[in-house]
């Protein structure tokens, strides 16, 4: 049996290519001088045992080997999938500067900014499907560089893996966010061994060009942080004390049960003494509708006559825009399926309390023929919401007549209808009876009972 072991041996082989990511990330670096103007860049997260390979195409000052202490970022394109899209990244120049929020004034205890901090930073955004993240790099100081590329160390990164969560209606939002920071020292200095810094982590919704505070925290600092809005929680902690970094915090956010008026683009942003990161998020709401149909199972009709109008009720979905009814026809005469004969439309949605919407298709089929006896009759619904295929319901279409029910079965329909009739009719009779016995009976009660008082 050689094919087995050749074949998970392919299968490894292909798993350790995909867990590896990509071993170098391109990047445009935008530098705003009077107007936008973007360069080549890279940062080269892997390196084969002869060096990094020669970027002959790259400003040297914009080939970055990433030294990553903290090694969020690494691990975030370890597991970049191989076929996913590849992200886009982008880079300028940084200058470390205090919060602005009152809440997070006690984030900068000192009044000017550290020498720790002197020098060349960059912040580096990258976009994708599968994660958002921010970086702050420190290239090293020019005299020490290499010909061929920059070394730049990693300080903070700010990491989501939901960077477009989409919520089903009325669910709670779970929008995960992480961050690492390895501080940066003085070559000459040693700083002294305190634990994590204090941070603030920040969640806000942009809505229309407007930013709206949802929650503010600064663990373990006094001050006041203004209330959570929407009942909305953050997870806001390091995730240890160690006295030297490298260190990694959670600012994890919960929202519950999510409402359309919730959607738009979040901004996290965790505040170090003058660093910042921050990532966008893009939540979207979405609720897949019920379908049925009526009437239901059957529907009747004679030849030559128009049966009633079909109704497929689409309720309850969210959102109420790219929703698409159509409808089939599944066996009958010809056989085989095909689309409705008839006049079809939409009527007016209807709108409910939760925010979700119904709306309803309808289908006016053309007078039937007997032939058309024993077809099926479906509405196929497409919305965003749903897989591809949509999701149906159907109804038979029944056409009395020769080729429906034959004579016989006409007669012995005729004669149960009559039997059941007369069934009715007998209950019914048994049925006056009993009560007009119960009644008597209750007053021949109370008659015993009146003459037994007036005794
Ligand atoms: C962050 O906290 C949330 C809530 O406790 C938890 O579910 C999540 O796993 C944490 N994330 C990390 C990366 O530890």
Do not use: T
């Given at each position: 049996m050689e094919p087995l072991p050749l074949l998970i041996a392919v299968v490894l082989g292909l798993a350790t290519t995909v867990s590896a990511g990509p071993a170098a990330v391109e990047c445009w670096f935008v530098e705003d001088s009077g107007s936008l103007a973007k360069r080549p860049a890279a940062l080269l997260l892997r390196q084969g045992p002869r060096g990094p390979p020669p970027r002959?195409?790259?400003d040297p000052k914009l080939y970055f080997k990433v030294d990553d202490p903290a090694g969020m970022l690494l691990a975030a394109f370890r597991r970049y999938?191989?076929?996913?899209p590849a992200p886009h990244c982008e880079m300028s120049r940084f200058i470390p500067f205090p919060a602005s929020a009152n809440w997070a004034r006690?984030?900068?205890?000192?009044q000017n900014c550290p020498r720790a901090l002197d020098g060349d930073w960059l912040l580096v955004s990258v976009s994708s499907t599968v994660f958002s993240l921010s970086v702050l790099l420190r290239p090293q100081p020019?005299?020490?560089?290499?010909p061929d590329f920059t070394m730049a160390t990693v300080v903070l990164t700010v990491l989501t893996h939901s960077p477009n969560p989409r919520i089903q209606l009325g669910k709670d939002a779970v929008l995960d966010l992480s961050f690492a920071y390895m501080p940066p020292t003085l070559e000459d200095a040693l700083s002294p061994a305190a634990g994590p810094p204090p941070f603030g982590l920040e969640w806000r919704r942009q809505h229309r060009g407007k930013g709206h505070l949802l929650l503010a925290a600064t663990p373990g600092l006094a001050g006041e942080t203004p209330p959570a809005q929407e009942k909305a929680v953050a997870f806001a902690a390091w995730d240890d004390n160690e006295p030297w970094g490298p260190w990694t915090g959670n600012g994890t956010f919960w929202l519950p049960?999510?409402?359309?008026?919730?959607e738009g683009i979040y901004l996290a942003t965790v505040h170090l003494p003058y660093l910042q990161g921050q990532v966008s998020l893009q939540l979207t709401v979405h609720k897949p509708p019920k379908v049925s149909l009526t009437p239901a199972p059957l529907v009747w009709a004679a030849p030559g006559e128009t049966p009633p109008e079909l109704l497929c009720l689409v309720s309850h979905?969210?959102?109420?825009?790219?929703l698409r009814v159509e409808w089939e026809r599944r066996?009958?005469?010809?056989g085989g399926s095909g689309k409705a004969e008839g006049e079809t439309w939409l009527s007016t949605v209807r709108h409910h309390s939760d925010g979700s919407v119904s709306q309803a298709g309808h289908l006016r089929l053309p007078p039937v023929t007997a032939?058309?006896?024993g077809a099926r009759y479906a509405c196929r619904v497409h919305h965003p919401?749903?897989?591809?295929?949509g999701r149906s319901a159907e109804v038979t279409l029944e056409v009395a007549g020769l080729s429906g029910p034959s004579i016989e079965d006409s007669i012995g329909l005729f004669l149960s209808a009559f039997l059941l009739l007369g069934l009715i009719k007998a209950l019914g009779w048994m049925a006056a009876y009993l009560t007009i016995h119960k009644d008597s009976k209750a007053k021949v009660t109370a008659a015993s009972l009146d003459s037994k008082k007036s005794q």
């Open positions: 002959p195409d790259l999938p191989a076929g996913a006690g984030l900068i205890p000192q020019e005299p020490q560089r290499e049960a999510v409402k359309p008026f919730q979905f969210y959102p109420a825009a790219g066996g009958g005469p010809e032939k058309q006896h919401s749903l897989p591809a295929s």
